[in-house]
C-alpha cells in the first residue's frame, strides 16, 4: 500500500492540473439562437437568430451579438456575421459586419464597417484586431477617432482598454474646428483628452501655428506644454523657447528659458529668459536677462532692460524697458559706437523716438552727455539717427589728457550727420571749461567762458569748435593760471567706468539669471510588437486570417522604430 501512495499523488496532481487548465481555458457559451447543423459543415454549430432575438454568446467577461454564428466547439472557436456587436465589461463596444474569436487564444478580429466605442470616443475602421490578454486593439488599415470636441486619423493605430490610450504611430491628424494638428507619433487619453506628441508636430489655426518635437496638448480645453525645438508662428511674431506654454482661448503663450521673440515686420528679436506674448492685446512681456535687438540698413541697436514690453501694431511698436535700462549701438569703421544707461527707456518705433528716463547718461563718441531726460529722434524714412534733444541739467563731458573738457547748460539739441553727432546747440546759462589746442595738439590755454549760449562742431566726435552766443564772458588761461580746483564745473560727474564698449557690457553687474528645470515629457516605455505575441499563434482552418496577415510588415511602424528613431534626433541635437 505504501508502495502505491507516490503514484497517487502523482495522479491527483496531474487531475488537479487538468481542472485547472479547464478553468482557465473556458468554452465559448452559446446562450440563444436557433440551432442548425448541415452536412457541408461538419464541424461547425450553426446558430441563426430567431423570433426572440440575435444569436447571443459570451465567454469569460465578454458578451456577443449577431445574426449568424458557427461555432467550432473542438477548437472553442466562432465565426459571427450580421450586425455583430461585442461588449467587454460597461465600457468596450466592438460592431463589425463580421468577425470571429478564439476563446482560448482570446484573440479577436472584425472586419467590415468596424466601430470601437467606449465612452468618450469612437473608433471607425475597415478591420480591427484586438487581444484581450493584452487588452489592445489594433487597426492597420486606416482609423478615424471621433473625439467629443475633435476628429483623430491615422493609417496604423492601438488602443489600450485599461489606460484608455490610443496610440497613433504613422501621419497622425486631429481636426478641430479652431486647428489642425499633425504629428508623427500622438498618445490620445479618451478620458482626458490629452495628447502627447513626439516627433515633428504642428498645430496650425486661424492665427497661429505651434511646432514643436515633443509636446502635450489638451484638446478639450486647447492648450499645451511643448518643448524640444518649440515655437509659436504668429502673424508677425515668432516665438521660441526651451518650454513653451499655449493657450488657445486667451490667446496666450509664454515661454522658459532660452527665449527668443522674432518680429518680421520689424526686424527686431527679443530674447531672454522668460516670456509672455498676448497676441489680442499684440504685446510682449519678456524678463531674465531682457534683450532687444533692432535692425535698421545694416545697423544693430540693443536695449537691455531688467523687464522689456513690447506693445502695438506692427506700423506702430512700443518697446519699453523697466530698471537698469541699457542701450548700445555698436561702431564701425565710418563710425563711433554709441551707448547709453537710465532707470528706464521708451521706443516709438512709428515716430522714431527714443526716451531715456530718470538719470540717463549717453556716450556718443567719447563725449559722456547727461541731463534729466534724453531723447533720441531717428529719421523714420532714412533709418538713421537725426537728431538729440537733452532736456534739464544738460551736461557734456570728454576726457583730455590733462583734464576734461566740460559744457554745461539748461537744454540740448544736437544734429546727427550719418549717425555721429555733428553739431550741438546748448542754450541758458552756457558755462564751458575747454583745453584748447592747435592743430598739433599742443595746449594753448584752458577756456573758461560764460554764455547765453553755445555752438559746439565735431568731427569723427571730437570738438573742433565752439562758438558763443550773447552775453559772453569768459577767458582763455595759461595752464599754470587756472587753479585745479576750478577745473571742474559744479555738479561734474564723471561715469566713463560705466561706459558700455561691446554688447556683452549691457549685463555688466548682473548676476546670471537662475534658470527653472525644464520638466521634460519622456517617451513612455517600448511596447513589444503587437504581432510579435501571434507570429507563431495555430489558427484554425476555419479562420478567414492567414498566418501572413499575423505578420509584421515591413513598412508598417512600431513604438520600438519610433523610439529610436527618437533617440537619433536628440543625439543629432
Same mark, same amino acid.
Given at each position: 500500500?505504501?508502495?502505491?501512495?507516490?503514484?497517487?499523488?502523482?495522479?491527483?496532481?496531474?487531475?488537479?492540473? =487538468?481542472?485547472?487548465?479547464?478553468?482557465? *481555458?473556458?468554452?465559448?457559451?452559446?446562450?440563444?439562437?436557433?440551432?442548425?447543423?448541415?452536412?457541408?459543415?461538419?464541424? $461547425?454549430?450553426?446558430?441563426?437568430?430567431?423570433?426572440?432575438?440575435?444569436? /447571443?454568446?459570451?465567454?469569460?467577461?465578454?458578451?456577443?451579438?449577431?445574426?449568424?454564428?458557427?461555432?467550432?466547439?473542438?477548437?472553442? @472557436?466562432? !465565426?459571427?456575421?450580421?450586425?455583430?456587436?461585442?461588449?467587454?465589461? +460597461?465600457?468596450?463596444?466592438?460592431?463589425?459586419? /463580421?468577425?470571429?474569436?478564439?476563446?482560448?487564444?482570446?484573440?479577436?478580429? $472584425?472586419?467590415?464597417?468596424?466601430?470601437?466605442?467606449?465612452? +468618450?470616443?469612437?473608433?471607425?475602421?475597415?478591420?480591427? @484586431?484586438?487581444?484581450?490578454?493584452?487588452?489592445?486593439?489594433?487597426?492597420?488599415?486606416?482609423?478615424?477617432?471621433?473625439?467629443?470636441?475633435?476628429?483623430?486619423?491615422?493609417?496604423?493605430?492601438?488602443?489600450?482598454?485599461?489606460?484608455?490610450? /490610443?496610440?497613433?504611430?504613422?501621419?497622425?491628424?486631429?481636426?478641430?474646428? !479652431?486647428?489642425?494638428?499633425?504629428?508623427?507619433?500622438?498618445?490620445?487619453?479618451?478620458?482626458?483628452? %490629452?495628447?502627447?506628441?513626439?516627433?515633428?508636430?504642428?498645430?496650425?489655426?486661424?492665427?497661429?501655428?505651434?511646432?514643436?518635437?515633443?509636446?502635450? /496638448?489638451?484638446?478639450?480645453?486647447?492648450?499645451?506644454?511643448?518643448?524640444?525645438?518649440?515655437?509659436? +508662428?504668429?502673424?508677425?511674431?515668432?516665438?521660441?523657447?526651451?518650454?513653451?506654454?499655449?493657450?488657445?482661448?486667451?490667446?496666450?503663450?509664454?515661454?522658459?528659458?532660452?527665449? &527668443?521673440?522674432?518680429?518680421?515686420?520689424?526686424?527686431?528679436?527679443?530674447?531672454?529668459?522668460?516670456?509672455?506674448?498676448?497676441?489680442?492685446?499684440?504685446?510682449?512681456?519678456?524678463?531674465?536677462? $531682457?534683450?532687444?535687438?533692432?535692425?535698421?540698413?545694416?545697423?544693430?541697436?540693443?536695449?537691455?532692460?531688467?523687464?522689456?514690453?513690447?506693445?502695438?501694431?506692427?506700423?506702430?511698436?512700443?518697446? &519699453?524697458? @523697466?530698471?537698469?535700462?541699457?542701450?548700445? !549701438?555698436?561702431?564701425?569703421?565710418?563710425?563711433?559706437?554709441?551707448? %547709453?544707461?537710465?532707470?528706464?527707456?521708451?521706443?516709438?518705433?512709428?515716430?522714431?523716438?527714443?526716451?531715456?528716463?530718470?538719470?540717463?547718461?549717453?556716450?556718443?563718441?567719447?563725449?559722456?552727455?547727461?541731463?534729466?531726460?534724453?531723447?533720441?529722434? #531717428?529719421?523714420?524714412?532714412?533709418?538713421?539717427?537725426?537728431?538729440?534733444?537733452?532736456?534739464?541739467?544738460?551736461?557734456?563731458?570728454?576726457?583730455?589728457?590733462?583734464?576734461?573738457?566740460?559744457?554745461?547748460?539748461?537744454?540740448?539739441?544736437?544734429?546727427?550727420?550719418?549717425?555721429?553727432?555733428?553739431?550741438?546747440?546748448?542754450?541758458?546759462?552756457?558755462?564751458?571749461?575747454?583745453?584748447?589746442?592747435?592743430?598739433?595738439?599742443?595746449?594753448?590755454?584752458?577756456?573758461?567762458?560764460? $554764455? #547765453?549760449?553755445?555752438?559746439?562742431?565735431?568731427?569723427? *566726435?571730437?570738438?573742433?569748435?565752439?562758438?558763443?552766443?550773447?552775453?559772453?564772458?569768459? !577767458?582763455?588761461?595759461?595752464?599754470?593760471?587756472?587753479?585745479?580746483?576750478?577745473?571742474?564745473?559744479?555738479?561734474?560727474?564723471?561715469?566713463?567706468?560705466?561706459?558700455?564698449?561691446?554688447?556683452?557690457?549691457?549685463?555688466?553687474? &548682473?548676476?546670471?539669471?537662475?534658470?527653472?528645470?525644464?520638466?521634460?515629457?519622456?517617451?513612455?516605455?517600448?511596447?513589444?510588437? =503587437? @504581432?510579435?505575441?501571434?507570429?507563431?499563434?495555430?489558427?484554425? &482552418?476555419?479562420?478567414?486570417?492567414?498566418?501572413?496577415?499575423?505578420?509584421?510588415?515591413? +513598412?508598417?511602424?512600431?513604438?520600438?522604430?519610433?523610439?529610436?528613431?527618437?533617440?537619433?534626433?536628440?543625439?543629432?541635437?
Amino acid at each position: 500500500m505504501n508502495r502505491m501512495k507516490p503514484y497517487i499523488s502523482i495522479l491527483f496532481i496531474c487531475l488537479f492540473s =487538468f481542472f485547472l487548465s479547464a478553468q482557465d *481555458q473556458q468554452k465559448i457559451d452559446i446562450q440563444s439562437g436557433y440551432l442548425e447543423i448541415r452536412p457541408e459543415f461538419p464541424d $461547425a454549430a450553426i446558430y441563426t437568430k430567431d423570433q426572440s432575438g440575435q444569436v /447571443y454568446i459570451v465567454h469569460d467577461g465578454i458578451e456577443m451579438w449577431c445574426d449568424q454564428a458557427f461555432v467550432y466547439l473542438k477548437h472553442n @472557436f466562432v !465565426k459571427a456575421y450580421g450586425e455583430v456587436r461585442i461588449h467587454q465589461g +460597461d465600457t468596450i463596444t466592438l460592431q463589425s459586419n /463580421y468577425a470571429e474569436y478564439n476563446g482560448d487564444t482570446q484573440f479577436a478580429f $472584425a472586419s467590415g464597417n468596424v466601430v470601437l466605442q467606449e465612452p +468618450d470616443t469612437r473608433l471607425e475602421t475597415d478591420t480591427i @484586431f484586438f487581444d484581450r490578454t493584452k487588452q489592445q486593439a489594433y487597426y492597420r488599415s486606416g482609423g478615424t477617432v471621433r473625439d467629443t470636441s475633435s476628429v483623430l486619423t491615422s493609417r496604423y493605430g492601438s488602443y489600450f482598454t485599461e489606460s484608455k490610450k /490610443y496610440q497613433f504611430l504613422s501621419d497622425v491628424k486631429i481636426v478641430n474646428p !479652431k486647428y489642425i494638428l499633425n504629428s508623427e507619433r500622438l498618445d490620445f487619453y479618451t478620458e482626458s483628452g %490629452g495628447a502627447f506628441l513626439y516627433g515633428s508636430s504642428t498645430i496650425e489655426g486661424e492665427n497661429s501655428t505651434v511646432y514643436c518635437e515633443r509636446g502635450y /496638448y489638451d484638446t478639450r480645453n486647447d492648450s499645451g506644454y511643448f518643448v524640444k525645438n518649440s515655437r509659436v +508662428d504668429y502673424e508677425n511674431r515668432i516665438l521660441y523657447g526651451d518650454s513653451i506654454f499655449f493657450d488657445r482661448n486667451r490667446n496666450f503663450a509664454s515661454a522658459t528659458n532660452n527665449i &527668443k521673440v522674432l518680429d518680421t515686420i520689424n526686424k527686431s528679436i527679443v530674447s531672454g529668459h522668460y516670456a509672455e506674448v498676448y497676441r489680442d492685446k499684440d504685446s510682449v512681456f519678456i524678463t531674465k536677462r $531682457a534683450l532687444a535687438m533692432t535692425v535698421n540698413k545694416g545697423d544693430t541697436i540693443y536695449v537691455h532692460a531688467d523687464t522689456l514690453q513690447i506693445t502695438g501694431k506692427p506700423e506702430n511698436r512700443i518697446i &519699453k524697458g @523697466f530698471y537698469r535700462a541699457r542701450m548700445f !549701438k555698436p561702431g564701425n569703421e565710418q563710425e563711433e559706437s554709441m551707448s %547709453g544707461k537710465s532707470d528706464s527707456i521708451y521706443t516709438n518705433e512709428f515716430t522714431g523716438i527714443t526716451k531715456m528716463l530718470r538719470n540717463p547718461v549717453l556716450w556718443s563718441g567719447e563725449n559722456q552727455i547727461t541731463g534729466d531726460t534724453i531723447h533720441l529722434i #531717428s529719421n523714420t524714412q532714412t533709418e538713421q539717427l537725426d537728431s538729440l534733444k537733452v532736456f534739464n541739467n544738460v551736461f557734456i563731458i570728454q576726457k583730455d589728457s590733462l583734464g576734461f573738457n566740460q559744457v554745461k547748460g539748461e537744454n540740448l539739441v544736437g544734429l546727427f550727420l550719418n549717425n555721429e553727432l555733428n553739431t550741438i546747440h546748448i542754450n541758458k546759462n552756457t558755462q564751458v571749461i575747454y583745453y584748447s589746442r592747435n592743430d598739433n595738439q599742443e595746449l594753448i590755454g584752458i577756456d573758461h567762458t560764460l $554764455a #547765453s549760449s553755445i555752438d559746439i562742431y565735431l568731427e569723427n *566726435q571730437q570738438i573742433t569748435g565752439i562758438r558763443f552766443n550773447k552775453n559772453v564772458q569768459g !577767458k582763455l588761461y595759461p595752464l599754470s593760471q587756472f587753479p585745479e580746483n576750478a577745473r571742474l564745473l559744479t555738479g561734474f560727474n564723471w561715469r566713463g567706468n560705466e561706459r558700455l564698449i561691446t554688447k556683452e557690457d549691457l549685463f555688466k553687474g &548682473k548676476p546670471e539669471p537662475e534658470l527653472p528645470v525644464i520638466r521634460e515629457i519622456e517617451l513612455p516605455p517600448a511596447e513589444v510588437d =503587437f @504581432f510579435e505575441y501571434h507570429a507563431d499563434a495555430v489558427i484554425p &482552418k476555419e479562420s478567414n486570417l492567414t498566418q501572413e496577415e499575423l505578420q509584421h510588415r515591413e +513598412d508598417e511602424p512600431t513604438q520600438k522604430k519610433k523610439k529610436n528613431e527618437s533617440e537619433n534626433q536628440e543625439d543629432a541635437f
